[in-house]
């Protein structure tokens, strides 16, 4: 069981533009091409920060429209939000605050034996790296630059630094990078 980081950056390190757009992303290629299918096979649990769920909402659930959206995980899922947030039908979602390490506990219990999946942003997966509760980085950097935005991860790791053991071209426009996550000294 490991507690994994598995996102997409741009090359200059932006999970999103400023207002939270991943539209840089979708032209890169098939999701279905890259190694998601196989991670998300292994995932038992998923935890994720409220941009993050909100992104969600707007974008794949669109709740009150014509044909609203299905929550794409069967995996239950822990949401950090310090506001109030609305659930979503059907969905195994649980909503907290503050410290991760009891969430990582909850998360470990419900998972089955297998891989919890930080989705983002890239703070809360930081407060995981900080309670070293995080063991690998998974990240397809996509063939654009954004400028600014929301970055991959807002910490910084460099001793002992992240440990590259896996490094594939996926496309024209991915290059997905594995790293392993060292305990902290």
């Not at 659930?87 to 998972?111: K, L, N, Q, T, Y």
């Not at 990240?139 to 630059?145: C, D, E, P, R, Y």
């Not at 790791?157 to 496309?171: C, D, M, Q, Y």
């Amino acid at each position: 069981m490991r507690t994994q980081y598995y996102t997409a950056s741009s090359l200059d390190g932006f999970l999103a533009t400023e207002d939270h757009s991943l539209e840089w992303l979708f032209p890169l290629g098939d999701i279905n091409d890259t190694g998601y299918p196989e991670f998300i096979r292994e995932v038992g649990a998923l935890a994720m920060g409220s941009s993050t769920y909100e992104w969600m909402l707007r974008h794949v659930i669109r709740p009150g429209s014509e044909k609203p959206g299905a929550w794409p995980y069967a995996q239950p899922t822990w949401v950090f939000s310090s506001r109030a947030q609305s659930p979503v039908p059907g969905a195994s979602i649980r909503f907290v605050r503050g410290d991760v390490r009891p969430v990582h506990a909850e998360m470990r219990a419900a998972a089955g034996g297998k891989n919890l999946w930080l989705v983002g942003g890239g703070d809360l997966v930081g407060q995981f790296h900080d309670a070293g509760l995080l063991d690998e980085i998974i990240v397809q950097v996509g063939s654009v630059t954004l400028g600014k935005g929301k970055p991959l991860l807002p910490r910084r790791i460099t001793s002992p630094s992240l440990k590259l053991v896996e490094a594939r071209r996926i496309g024209d426009g991915f290059a997905e990078l594995r790293y392993e996550v060292p305990p902290r000294r």
